[in-house]
């Protein structure tokens, strides 16, 4: 069982950053500049689908999609590993 659901609300437990691809060093959320800020702690998100790496199938990966403002607009989904996120 997921430590998260589709559906659940979390916080981000530390800040997120844009980590740049080891391989190239190009920025692993194209369009964003490798190292920026994505997410600080604390932030609330809405987990928006559940997955796995394909090399590690035992590392589940939470899509989850975080507010962006005092209104809860939510931004773009944002990949995260269960010790990145807290619970609700």
Excluded: W
């Amino acid at each position: 069982m997921s430590k998260f659901q589709m559906g659940d609300m979390v916080f981000a437990a530390q800040d997120l950053y844009n980590e740049a691809l080891e391989e190239t060093g190009d920025s692993a959320i194209p369009g964003i500049a490798p190292d920026a800020l994505l997410v600080a702690t604390g932030a609330r998100g809405v987990v928006v689908n559940v997955g796995h790496v394909q090399e590690m199938p035992e590392e589940e990966i939470f899509l989850v999609r975080f507010e962006t403002d005092a209104e809860g607009t939510l931004g773009e989904p944002i990949g995260c590993l269960a010790e990145e996120l807290n619970g609700a």
